[in-house]
């Protein structure tokens, strides 16, 4: 087998409030933000004690993946790689062709595939192995279907359940990131992914009704994916309002600034305003059934190399 390594992929953020305005241009691949759109962002940081856990729980994850294949006769490195800021994909990927290796398989840690969203990390990947030296790369395009995936949620759904006074009547609510609406005249996979795993998760539990809303919609000019979040809780009628709502965000795996801000602050201010009882699943970050699940992944790329 050749020397094979893993690169768990997330988004990015930035470590401090100094570091906002330079993240927030990064996305805007380099375009000023203006002051009104950074201040904005500081104060949703500030919401949730100055910054994200993202990078501290992602090498988290990278660091239980590496143990659990190293049980399992699995000899591997995992390393840790951002889209908008450090450790850049473009940084670590030096450092894995450095260390020996001549294959790469490339995890993003985002169950559902969007060109707009998962393929941006493609990208970033396939540029830098470009410039980094020879390195094969094989790139996980989605994993909405890992049955341990659903498992690892399921139990999420559970748990916060019985935190409920009656959890048979609570409305349970998945959300993911919205993308702009266009993605559906390009036959976008992403809602169709999104519905299915959703779906197998809501099977598990053993519910047969559960509602879906999208969240974290950009603030531009494009018409993004919908029902939003807030929306669809104003549009509860009160006879769906009593028993409560459990929000489970399945589009992501781990705590940052769209479940911590986006749902722990935002979401549960509203429904405090119309007196809904509002709860979130926790998220995903190093449960080991969800790292029994990237395992899994792993495992079954490993097999198809010569």
């Known amino acids: 087998m050749a020397n094979t390594a893993v690169l768990l992929m997330a988004y990015g953020t930035p470590n401090s409030m100094d570091e906002i305005e330079p993240y927030l241009a990064d996305i805007r691949r380099g375009r000023k933000p203006t002051s009104e759109g950074v201040e904005e962002l500081k104060a949703r940081y500030l919401k949730i004690g100055g ?8 090498k988290a994850q990278a660091s239980a993946l590496e143990n659990r294949l190293m049980t399992e006769g699995i000899r591997t490195r995992v390393y840790v790689g951002m889209k908008h800021w450090h450790p850049y994909i473009r940084e670590v990927v030096p450092q894995i ?16 595939y969007s060109p707009m969203s998962v393929g941006g990390y493609r990208q970033a990947l396939v540029e830098a192995v470009a410039t980094s030296g020879r390195l094969n790369v094989d790139f996980v395009e989605s994993w909405y279907d890992n049955t341990l995936f659903h498992r690892a949620v399921q139990e999420k759904v559970q748990n ?38 959703c779906r197998s998760v809501a099977n598990l539990v053993g519910r047969k009704e559960w ?14 994916l919908g029902p939003d979040l807030v929306e ?24 940052h600034l769209e479940v911590l801000y986006d749902i722990d602050v935002e979401a549960q201010e509203f429904a405090r305003s119309i007196g809904l009882h509002l709860r979130r699943t926790e998220s995903l970050n190093d449960s080991p059934t969800f790292i ?8 079954q790329r490993i097999e198809r190399t010569p």
């Open 232 to 255: 669809y809780l104003r549009g509860l009628p009160p006879s769906r309002r009593h028993a409560g709502v459990l929000v489970a965000p399945i589009g992501f795996v781990a705590d």
């Open 211 to 224: 509602s879906f809303a999208f969240q974290s919609a950009g603030q531009t000019e494009d018409k993004w």
């Open 292 to 299: 029994s699940a990237l395992a899994d992944i792993v495992h």
């Open 51 to 58: 910054r994200s856990p993202l990078l501290e729980i992602t």
């Open 160 to 197: 916060a359940l019985k935190q409920f006074v009656a959890p048979e009547l609570v409305e349970l609510l998945f959300t993911a990131h919205s993308l702009p609406e266009r993605i559906l005249a390009m036959k976008d996979p992403y809602p169709a992914q999104l519905e299915s795993s």
């Open 97 to 112: 062709v450095n260390d020996g290796n001549d294959k790469v398989i490339g995890l993003v840690l985002a169950p559902h």
